[in-house]
């Protein structure tokens, strides 16, 4: 059951107990997974490269920290760095922002979701993972008003559910899976096979 | 409708630059979109007006509401000692370069109110090097560079500026370095004896000539690819040979063609000494 749509991107905002949850779910996806990545994880402004760098050598699919003027491309994953806000420009490259915090977040899940929502409004999926405030919610109301597909992890599923619940508070998400499920439903909205074993099966 | 509204609204931020260009001079159309927009829509939201075509008509009309939309575009936030690391390595790799002459010139770009221009400049009196420096410090806002001049700061910040200055290497009583009055810290005069405070236009003004060491630090990372370009070059033209260019941490020259003209000091620290015999 592969999606007739075709997505550009995928934007994930995550907080408390993000490692983990992206640990799980990038590690699902394919080196070649076809859409680009872009991930906001909140973390300490001193923190430093080493969560691209610990990612990347655990997932199959490319992880870095994202550089300003990074040209988007398939199958790589971008991480805003700590201390500065990841956003989206038009002509399909990354910038990123030092301006002050959102939500009392750098990075903010709401930037970036409002910044990708401006520039692959219907062809952007966005995913709120666990997390402990409400960053994201504003967020995914722009990627709503712009015809975009929101998905949140069930609240009940998040190792902290407050930012799910924010998020489910403030629109109508397409989705409302567990995170066991959301590596399938990626390579679904991509248009792969659910899973890895139906490759070439149809 | 609602993205219709969305497509209506890049229209009319498009038209309000091109206004503000023609009738101000000041030209954002480099900038790029996503933050400049983000940082419009704040302007718009609490300005007067509903939307960028009624705020339009005043603005072109109206100098006062010029201002105020010229400080929601450029405001730098930025603290003292911000990036501690980088103000570090200063210290212990960039100083030891510059004491090694009688006079040095240090051309600080985009310094908004002036606390990374005030961090240097305790650095380097620090270091022994006072009168022995000129720090031109410049910004596109007047009214902000008016605020850097005064040399004072929120003094709930202090905590913070405290912390920063010991993590850069600060060995001294950071408190030497201010007089507390009510809510605010008004920095020590003598900190302000050898810096300059200049308007300067990086989208249109020529560069700065013999510096020792050139400062944009998170300035660039809102301009679009151009006038990224264009600052460089100006940088590049504006620094003698053995010169130092300090970026943000996540500025680079590395796919730049300039690039090959420094050298990076440290991995990762971008801070760039421009070589010799260029």
New interface residues.
């Given amino acids: 059951m592969a999606s007739s749509r075709k997505f550009s991107a995928v934007a994930i905002g995550v907080s408390s107990g993000g490692v983990q949850a992206l640990k799980l779910l990038l590690g699902e996806l394919p080196r070649d997974y076809p859409l680009p990545i872009l991930i906001v994880q909140h973390i300490s402004p001193d923190a430093g490269n080493g969560m691209a760098k610990l990612l990347d050598d655990l997932c199959a699919i490319r992880i870095k920290e994202a550089d300003e003027q990074d040209r988007i491309v398939p199958a790589t994953v971008y991480l805003a760095p700590p201390n500065y806000h990841l956003l989206v420009e038009r002509e399909g490259f990354l910038s990123l922002s030092a301006d002050p915090p959102v939500s009392y977040a750098r990075p903010s899940v709401d930037v970036l979701f409002e910044s990708a929502a401006a520039v692959f409004g219907p062809q952007l999926v966005a995913i709120v993972l666990t997390g402990a405030n409400w960053d994201g919610a504003r967020g995914v109301q722009a990627v709503k008003r712009r015809g975009g597909v929101v998905i949140v992890q069930d609240p009940a599923d998040a190792d902290t559910p407050q930012m799910p619940q924010a998020a489910l508070a403030a629109v109508d998400v397409d989705h409302v899976v567990p995170l066991a499920a959301m590596p399938a439903l990626l390579r679904r909205l991509a248009g792969l096979a659910a899973h890895p074993a139906e490759a070439g099966h149809g | 409708m609602?993205?219709k509204n969305?497509e209506i609204e890049d229209i009319e931020i498009r038209l309000l630059l091109e206004g503000v260009q023609q009738v101000y001079g000041y030209d954002f159309r480099d900038y790029?979109?996503?933050?400049i927009?983000?940082?419009l829509a704040l302007w718009l939201s609490e300005s007067p007006f509903e939307t960028f075509s009624e705020a339009q008509s005043r603005l072109l009309r109206d100098p006062e509401v010029f201002v105020s939309l010229l400080q929601g575009i450029t405001?730098?936030?930025t603290e003292m000692f911000r990036d501690p690391s980088f103000f570090r390595t200063v210290r212990e790799q960039v100083v030891p370069f510059l004491k090694t002459y009688p006079f040095v010139k240090i051309w600080h770009a985009g310094c908004a109110s002036g606390e990374e221009a005030y961090s240097m400049a305790i650095l380097l009196n620090e270091e022994g090097m006072a009168g022995r420096y000129r720090m031109y410090a410049t910004d596109i806002d007047e009214s902000v560079l008016a605020k850097a001049a005064e040399g004072v700061m929120p003094i709930t910040e202090m905590q913070k500026y405290t912390r920063n200055y010991q993590k850069a290497g600060g060995a001294r009583s950071f408190a030497d370095y201010y007089t507390a009055r009510y809510d605010r810290a008004i920095l020590s005069p003598g900190l302000k004896k050898d810096i300059v405070f200049a308007p300067h236009n990086l989208a249109t003004d020529a560069e700065f000539g013999e510096m020792n060491m050139v400062l944009c630090r998170?300035v660039m990372?809102?301009f679009k690819?151009a006038l990224?370009e264009r600052c460089l070059k100006l940088f590049d033209n504006s620094l003698l040979p053995g010169g130092f260019l300090c970026l943000?941490?996540?500025?680079?020259l590395e796919r730049r063609k300039m690039g090959e003209r420094y050298e990076e000091l440290a991995p990762g620290s971008r801070i760039y000494r421009k070589r010799y015999g260029q």
């Fill in positions: 609602q993205s969305a790029a979109d996503a933050s927009k983000r940082r405001v730098n936030v998170n990372i809102y690819p990224k943000g941490l996540k500025e680079t």
